[in-house]
């Protein structure tokens, strides 16, 4: 579709296709054939097509004009209970080079302290307000693959993006520091072309790899995002004495003290990570 106010930037989808015996339950179609089409869908990059092995061989069977298959070989997916052979769909005339597919078997486990980054956005409800239905959902699709693809690329892993609040969990301090920025630098230097611009708040909290996130480092990270102003970084103390020690170059911290939660009367402490101005 074309959207004129986006300019050059393009909203692309991404996509999942898998054959099977779903069935129709009271609120759409369900089972395990829409599951499994659904977690390949999760590993696909934005503008990408990728197949089930039954989907493929399906497609393989019949001569389709401009349309071919590259074999991606098996991966891992999360809840699939065995590797999944994947295919991608080459389309003529379309980009079909991806980076590849980050599925479970890709990523080393995360093991040790993690760092889970939060980002939530701002200036939405005034933009749902000012903009078209199509519109909003048009910018909101690019604002979602900015932030998903960045924060992929970057090494997050179990990267989430739902509505306007995106996460991703990093092995180090360091790593989730750096991509925080980056977060607040892709929104920021994005040609949005309306105003008011979106804007994200972005937290960071610091624990235990599998031991109570993405649930309670979630929770906190998603306090900070509130109490923080569109374009701010705050950070949990556990992520800040982790960063002490850390070369952070042009980026700096400082104790931003007991902060306001928007949504509640309640305070939290917090730490805000900030780029150090240049003389």
């Known amino acids: 579709s074309e959207y004129p106010w986006m300019g050059e930037a393009r909203v692309s989808v991404r996509m999942g296709l898998h054959t099977g015996e779903p069935y129709l339950a009271e609120h759409g179609y369900t089972g395990v054939a829409v599951h499994r089409a659904a977690r390949i869908c999760t590993v696909a990059h934005g503008g990408q097509v990728l197949l089930s092995g039954s989907t493929a061989a399906i497609i393989d069977d019949d001569s389709l004009r401009g349309i071919s298959l590259r074999d991606l070989g098996e991966h891992e997916l999360k809840d ?3 590797p999944e052979r994947i295919f991608q769909l080459v389309l003529a005339g379309l980009p079909n080079e991806f980076p590849p597919v980050a599925t479970i078997g890709r990523q080393t486990p995360l093991a040790g302290t993690v760092t889970v980054v939060m980002a939530e956005g701002r200036r939405m409800m ?6 078209s239905p199509e519109d ?3 910018m909101l699709d690019a604002y979602k693959r900015l932030l998903g693809e960045l924060l992929a690329e970057l090494d997050g892993r179990d990267v989430d993006v739902t509505g306007d609040t ?5 092995p180090s301090p360091k790593q989730a520091a750096l991509a925080a920025v980056a977060a607040q630098r892709a929104v920021a230097d994005h040609e949005w072309p309306f105003w008011p611009e979106p804007a994200i708040s972005v937290g960071l909290h610091s624990g235990t790899a599998g031991i109570g996130w993405p649930g309670p480092a979630a929770m906190i990270c998603s306090e900070l995002c509130d109490a923080a102003e569109g374009g701010q970084i705050l950070m949990s103390q556990a992520t800040a004495s982790l960063l002490e020690e850390e070369d952070l170059g042009d980026l700096s911290l400082r104790d931003a003290g007991e902060q306001q939660l928007r949504r509640s009367a309640r305070r939290v402490h917090a730490y805000e990570l900030a780029v150090r101005r240049r003389s």
């Open 166 to 170: 995106a996460m991703a969990v990093f």
């Open 80 to 82: 699939i209970d065995r």
């Open 136 to 138: 909003f959902g048009a």
């Open 126 to 131: 005034r933009l749902a307000r000012k903009l």
